[in-house]
């Protein structure tokens, strides 16, 4: 075996020892930015929303609301504000998370039930134009749902 030979061997052990490294950084500081960007939602009461729409467009918030199902779509609201309500409609990433596919069934369970049904939602206003059987021009669309409850809400809080 050569000089250069020799030398050629703990030289790409070397090599690669910094390749490990480095990718090893790269990967810990992705996460760590990630993490430190990752968001948190706003807990936002639903009338302040309604009054102040365009200052928590497409922010993350959460809020706890009455929700109504109607045979060709779903309504959110708050008895605090009453006669006024958002479109809802679960964020394209969720729709067959199993938590969302059992809150729908619930509501379709529900649907003819006089007795409201609350939830805490997470999730973005939206001003872009829900084009479903019914036409909406501002809808919550939703990342989570927890918390659900059927009864008066102040039993529920």
């Known amino acids: 075996m050569s000089v250069q030979e020799e030398n050629s061997i703990p030289m790409s052990l070397n090599l690669l020892w910094r390749s490990a490294l480095l990718i090893c950084v790269s990967s810990c500081c992705s996460y760590l930015i990630s993490q430190t960007l990752e968001e948190h939602p706003q807990k936002v009461p639903f009338c302040t929303l309604l009054r102040e729409p365009e200052r928590y467009k497409d922010i993350l918030i959460t809020m706890r609301v009455r929700v109504t199902s109607f045979r060709h779509g779903t309504l959110i609201s708050d008895p605090s504000c009453p006669k006024r309500a958002i479109g809802l409609v679960p964020k394209q990433s969720v729709v067959e998370a199993t938590s969302v596919s059992h809150f729908y069934q619930l509501l379709q369970e529900r649907r003819l039930s006089k007795t409201p049904i609350f939830a805490t939602m997470t ?17 919550f669309r939703f990342e989570s749902v927890s918390e659900v409850s059927e009864g008066d809400q102040q039993t529920n809080r």
């Open 123 to 139: 999730g973005r206003l939206s001003t872009e134009r829900h084009d479903g059987f019914v036409k909406w021009n501002r809808v």
